[in-house]
């Protein structure tokens, strides 16, 4: 069993965060065209508010169990919470569908083929605000969510990376939308909406 990680390493891991997110920049989007404007640092992206880019990732196999994955402690936005499989924002120049595979491989350790993936859900907002002592963030995406259909095999190749991803498992459908119903605070905000769309439209897509 994996030892819970120590306030310690939780700080540690914190500030390797910081670092990597100061250095880190995001298309910024006009709001009614969606192209992009210029490029802004994701720290002030985040603060100010600003129009970016996102990418969100299911993961299935053919007995269609869902993979989640638990939130780093260290994630300052909806840290310890379960989440989708995978989501990443965008790098400057990325399209959405490059994403996937990249988020699947940082994230998870897993390899995706572009023919393991389709669209489940086009252009839609989400937009979370939290102002508290210890956060100030104004997270306003643009976010396509993908569908990726692998083999069972896979579950011996997850590799999580332990600043972003504490721990994964598989739901059935069944277990998933009774999670989601009697636990819907163990989810991140954007995590319960992805799935419960996904649980709602996924018989229409298959």
Same mark, same amino acid.
């Given at each position: 069993?994996?030892?819970?990680?120590?306030?310690?390493?939780?700080?540690?891991?914190?500030?390797?965060?910081?670092?990597?997110?100061?250095?880190?920049?995001?298309?910024?989007?006009?709001?009614?065209?969606?192209?992009?404007?210029?490029?802004?640092?994701?720290?002030?992206?985040?603060?100010?508010? @600003?129009?970016?880019?996102?990418?969100?990732? !299911?993961? /299935? &196999? +053919?007995?269609?169990?869902?993979?989640?994955?638990?939130? %780093?402690?260290?994630?300052?936005?909806?840290?310890?919470?379960?989440?989708?499989?995978?989501?990443?924002?965008?790098?400057?120049?990325?399209?959405?569908?490059?994403?996937?595979?990249?988020?699947?491989?940082?994230?998870?350790?897993?390899?995706?083929?572009?023919?393991?993936?389709?669209?489940?859900?086009?252009?839609?907002?989400?937009?979370?605000?939290?102002?508290?002592?210890?956060?100030?963030?104004?997270?306003?995406?643009?976010?396509?969510?993908?569908?990726?259909? @692998?083999?069972?095999?896979?579950?011996?190749? !997850?590799? /999580? &990376? +332990?600043?972003?991803?504490?721990?994964?498992?598989?739901? %059935?459908?069944?277990?998933?939308?009774?999670?989601?119903?009697?636990?819907?605070?163990?989810?991140?905000?954007?995590?319960?909406?992805?799935?419960?769309?996904?649980?709602?439209?996924?018989?229409?897509?298959?």
């Amino acid at each position: 069993k994996k030892k819970k990680m120590t306030d310690q390493k939780i700080e540690e891991i914190k500030q390797i965060l910081e670092k990597e997110h100061d250095a880190e920049y995001f298309d910024v989007l006009d709001e009614k065209t969606l192209k992009p404007l210029r490029q802004e640092k994701r720290t002030i992206v985040h603060k100010n508010g @600003l129009l970016h880019r996102s990418v969100n990732v !299911i993961i /299935i &196999d +053919e007995t269609n169990s869902v993979l989640l994955q638990h939130r %780093s402690a260290a994630k300052k936005v909806q840290g310890n919470l379960w989440d989708l499989s995978c989501a990443e924002h965008l790098k400057v120049g990325e399209s959405f569908f490059e994403a996937v595979p990249r988020g699947c491989l940082e994230e998870l350790g897993l390899k995706v083929n572009k023919n393991q993936i389709q669209l489940l859900r086009d252009n839609h907002r989400h937009h979370y605000i939290e102002e508290s002592e210890k956060l100030n963030i104004n997270d306003n995406e643009v976010v396509q969510t993908y569908l990726v259909k @692998l083999q069972s095999t896979c579950r011996k190749q !997850i590799k /999580i &990376d +332990e600043k972003e991803v504490d721990k994964a498992r598989w739901l %059935s459908m069944e277990a998933l939308k009774l999670e989601l119903k009697e636990q819907k605070n163990i989810y991140t905000t954007w995590g319960y909406d992805e799935l419960v769309y996904f649980i709602n439209h996924y018989q229409n897509q298959s």
